[in-house]
C-alpha cells in the first residue's frame, strides 16, 4: 500500500470514529431533551459568558449564519438569552435551564463517550488526545 493510501485510510478512519461518536453523542442527548449542536452552544456559551455570534460561532465548528440560526431556537426554548452589549453586538448567556440542560447533557457525554473510547486503555487515550491536539495545533 502506498503512502497516499494509508493516508487516506487514516483519514477516514478518524472521521469514522468521530460519526460514531456523534450519532451515539446526538441520540443519547435527544433523552434530556437537547441535540448535540444545542448542546455544544451550550459548552461554547458557558465557556465564554457574554460571547457574541462571530465569537462563539467557530468555538462550535458552524458558520455565524447557522449558530444564530440555532441559538435563535434555543432563546424560544428558555435555554439562552441574547442581551445588547456594544453597537448591534449580542452578548449569549445561559438560562437557569440552559445550565440545567447543560448540566444533563455533561452527564449523558459521560457515559456515552466512556462507552465510545472504552476499546482504549487509560494511556491509549492519553496518547491519542496528545497526537489529536498536536494535529489541531494545541487545542483539542
Not at 443519547?28 to 459568558?49: E, S
Not at 447533557?105 to 472504552?118: I, K, N, Q, S, Y
Not at 487515550?125 to 483539542?140: M, Y
Request: aromatic share 4%; charged share 25%; glycine share 10%.
Amino acid at each position: 500500500m502506498h503512502v497516499d493510501q494509508r493516508l487516506q485510510l487514516l483519514g477516514r478512519a478518524v472521521k469514522q470514529a468521530q460519526y460514531r461518536q456523534h450519532r451515539a453523542l446526538d441520540g443519547a442527548l435527544a433523552a434530556v431533551g437537547t441535540t448535540l449542536a444545542q448542546w455544544d452552544a451550550l459548552r461554547a456559551i458557558a465557556r465564554t459568558p457574554g460571547a457574541s455570534a462571530r465569537e462563539l460561532a467557530p468555538a462550535t465548528f458552524q458558520t455565524e449564519q447557522a449558530f444564530g440560526t440555532l441559538v435563535g431556537r434555543m432563546v424560544a426554548q428558555g435555554l439562552v438569552e441574547r442581551r445588547p452589549d456594544r453597537g448591534r453586538r449580542l452578548a449569549h448567556h445561559l438560562t437557569p435551564e440552559g445550565e440545567r440542560t447543560l448540566a444533563a447533557g455533561h452527564r449523558v457525554a459521560d457515559t456515552v463517550l466512556a462507552e465510545c473510547f472504552a476499546p482504549l486503555g487509560e494511556e491509549e487515550r492519553g496518547v491519542l488526545l496528545g497526537l489529536l491536539e498536536r494535529l489541531n495545533g494545541g487545542e483539542a
